[in-house]
T-cell receptor
């Protein structure tokens, strides 16, 4: 079955530590996205990539970094500069980055501070 | 600046009733208006979407009504079922193809 796989499902970070969240898709989609979801709030865009080897900052990119070396993979690193990393992180993909393209989401990674 | 305002924050409906969730937006460049459904511990899934050239779209029990002049669109769930209990998000798309999500509506359908 085609879809988006996020791992791990739960992740704990120590102070001063960088952690990397994995996102893999087998939908052959060009565009991929990372969102952050806090309780009682909507999704906020962290980074997005419309094509391999290219990505843009979203609305809340500070303290995060990404890479897009392969079409199917878009890992997100939460750096020690992100002072409030506790949240539910969602990865999504769409066929292209154009108008009307539905985004398909993974089941998320819940990150907590130890 | 809050570009998208979603209401109500929570909603309780009896089984068989109609659930109505509203989304008001400010950016007139929005050109695609989807609704997403999210169950606890899962990612959102596209439920239904509309383009601004039509005022209404129906898919089964789900209907989007779009009012361009009022800059509002709404989701109507007819014959609401307990299985519809979830959080619903509007997420209009801006001119750079980014979805701008509302804050969500938690729907509970009582048996």
């Amino acid at each position: 079955d085609g879809g988006i796989t996020q791992s791990p499902k739960y992740l704990f970070r120590k102070e001063g530590q960088n952690v990397t969240l994995s996102c893999e898709q087998n939908l052959n989609h060009d565009a991929m996205y990372w969102y952050r979801q806090d309780p009682g709030q909507g999704l906020r865009l962290i980074y997005y990539s419309q094509i391999v080897n290219d990505f843009q900052k979203g609305d809340i990119a500070e303290g995060y970094s990404v890479s897009r070396e392969k079409k199917e993979s878009f890992p997100l690193t939460v750096t020690s500069a992100q002072k409030n990393p506790t949240a539910f992180y969602l990865c999504a993909s769409s066929r292209t980055g154009g108008i009307g393209q539905p985004q398909h989401f993974g089941d998320g990674t819940r990150l907590s501070i130890l | 600046q809050q570009q998208v305002k979603q209401s109500p924050q929570s909603l309780i409906v009896q089984k068989g009733g109609i659930s109505i969730i509203n989304c008001a937006y400010e950016n007139t460049a929005f050109d695609y208006f989807p609704w997403y459904q999210q169950f606890p511990g899962k990612g959102p899934a596209l439920l239904i979407a509309i383009r601004p050239d039509v005022s209404e779209k129906k898919e089964g029990r789900f209907t989007i009504s779009f009012n361009k002049s009022a800059k509002q669109f709404s989701l109507h769930i007819m014959d609401s079922q307990p299985g519809d209990s979830a959080t619903y998000f509007c997420g209009p798309m801006d001119s750079s193809y980014k979805l701008i999500f509302g804050s969500g509506t938690r729907l509970l359908v009582r048996p």
